[in-house]
């Protein structure tokens, strides 16, 4: 099992940043993927990105390229969603979660954390 907590988000105002942090516990997560996803009131679970534990894959949708950035610290067993230039349109709760590598299906999911962006 793995355990995923979120944090870091908060309100902000159009054109400013956060970094969001996904620290994960439980096991092990050499040979899987972690990925951050957000939804809005109203809207379906969007992708915004992924890397994998061993930092090799990394993957973005395009819609998030240019401002959205992941990173992970393996020491502290955490994966970091830094965003700039945040947009109104970015308010959502964001979510990471794992999955094997080898799998498409992501099978733990963290609580959310909540990201407002302000006009």
């Known amino acids: 099992q793995v355990q995923l907590v979120e944090s870091g988000g908060g309100l902000v105002q159009a054109g400013g940043s956060l970094r969001l942090s996904c620290a994960a516990s439980g096991r092990t997560l050499s040979g899987y993927v972690l990925g951050w996803f957000r939804q809005a009131p109203g809207k379906e679970r969007e992708f915004v990105g992924a890397?994998?534990?061993?930092?090799?894959?990394?993957h973005y949708a395009d819609s998030m390229k240019g401002r959205f950035t992941i990173s992970r610290d393996n020491a502290k067993n955490t994966v970091y969603l830094q965003m700039n230039s945040l947009k109104p349109e970015d308010t959502a709760v964001y979510r990471c979660?794992?999955?094997?590598?080898?799998?498409?299906?992501?099978?733990?999911w963290g609580q959310g954390t909540q990201v407002t962006v302000s006009s």
């Open positions: 890397i994998s534990w061993s930092g090799g894959y990394i």
């Open positions: 979660a794992v999955r094997p590598s080898h799998r498409a299906d992501y099978d733990y």
